[in-house]
């Protein structure tokens, strides 16, 4: 697993996290190609059920980007997204995947360099914990898979 | 309505260990309300077991389907089509639900992935709380409207116990005493005379201490 590559996707609040993926641009900073955006219109519109089909088509990592707390254009959408996660991470945790392969973060439009720096932190946690073992899976190894449920 | 809570994934993986390809089947009524078995709650168990199975180093098929409802013939019937390409059925709805794909698909295992709770209200988002018990006799109207057969913990007919405390329940202070509600509703009902009136034995009978209960509609029973 030396050369693994993470596939993390991040669900993005249009009204923060997107908006800073374009200045992380603007900018000209970094991050790794690894993140696949999902734009959303607010996180709180990230339901459970998406952020498990995630995992169960192989995505080693997932993270919800939403606003910073109070900044929310709906009131508290960014409030319940991370309740949300929190009640999947520990779903997770239930089917045999470490909670951590999820997050929640939050930021604002402006903050390019925390859109950079989160990509960069999640792809770097995500290829040290190795690869999902749903991706494992799915990507041949029925016993290769098997290994993974024992890590 | 008729609240439930999944059961845990380590007992539903028990269930369909045997088998390659299941059909998971939901329930569009009460259990779509309460969060425990709708078409939601139908995709997320698909998905969780599907990855558990993987990560087992097996693979399984769950093909996914919710009923309109789940306790009623007719609709259990939109099964038959989908039922002879799957070794199993689990269902998310009630037991009644779960009972009625038993009775229509004579030689398929069925299981139950929830656990039934209780007829309840919902307190606020996210919160159920038990309402009624079906005694079959209701006394709501003598009681302002507050069951004590389903809130009281000893069920009691004639006032609280010596373990209600500043109007809760000694089980908790989550729990309120079912007949300090009652007081306190009767007295601004103006209605305390009716607190003073006893109340004889309950009769169990209507409440299922006869036996399975069955209500027969003669103007609509076939």
């Not at chain 1, 993470?6 to 609040?13: N, S």
């Not at chain 1, 709906?74 to 779903?91: M, P, T």
């Not at chain 1, 973060?105 to 792809?123: D, I, K, L, P």
């Amino acid at each position: 697993m030396e050369n693994f590559e993470p596939v993390i996707v991040a669900f993005c609040c249009h009204y923060c996290a997107y908006t800073a993926a374009d200045m992380a641009g603007s900018q000209r900073l970094t991050y790794p190609a690894n993140v696949k955006i999902i734009r959303v219109p607010c996180s709180g519109k990230v339901d459970a059920l998406h952020l498990v089909k995630a995992f169960e088509k192989g995505a080693d990592g997932v993270y919800v980007a939403g606003c910073l707390e109070g900044d929310c254009h709906f009131k508290n959408g960014n409030v319940r997204a991370a309740r949300r996660v929190e009640s999947v991470r520990k779903y997770l945790e239930e089917i045999g995947l470490e909670g951590e392969r999820l997050e929640m973060v939050t930021m604002s439009a402006g903050m390019g360099y925390r859109f950079a720096q989160v990509a960069t932190e999640m792809t770097e946690k995500i290829r040290k914990m190795g690869p999902s073992p749903i991706h494992l899976a799915l990507a041949g190894g029925a016993s290769e898979a098997r290994q993974a449920a024992n890590i | 309505m008729i609240t439930a809570e999944r059961k845990p994934l380590e007992e539903l993986m028990e269930y369909i260990k045997p088998f390659k390809r299941i059909l998971l089947v939901g329930c569009n009524e009460c259990v779509t309300v309460c969060a425990a078995g709708g078409r939601k709650e139908v995709g997320l168990l698909a998905s969780g077991l599907h990855m558990a199975v993987l990560k087992s180093g097996a693979t399984i098929e769950i093909r996914e389907h919710t009923l309109e409802r789940q306790c009623d013939p007719e609709y259990v019937e939109e099964l038959v089509p989908m039922i002879d390409g799957v070794e199993a059925v689990m269902s998310m709805a009630c037991g009644c639900g779960v009972q009625e794909i038993a009775r229509r698909f004579k030689n398929k295992p069925v299981f139950p992935a929830v656990n039934t709770k209780f007829m309840g209200a919902s307190e606020r988002q996210g919160v159920w709380s038990e309402r009624c018990q079906g005694c079959g006799d209701c006394l709501l109207g003598m009681t302002g409207g507050i069951c004590p057969i389903a809130r009281c913990a000893k069920q009691l007919m004639n006032g609280p116990c010596g373990g209600s405390t500043g109007g809760h329940c000694e089980i908790g202070d989550d729990t309120d005493c079912a007949w300090a509600l009652i007081w306190e509703r009767l007295k601004a009902l103006g209605q305390i005379e009716r607190y003073v009136e006893i109340t004889p034995a309950k009769d169990w009978r209507p409440g299922g201490g006869s036996g399975p209960r069955k209500i027969i509609r003669e103007d609509l029973a076939e």
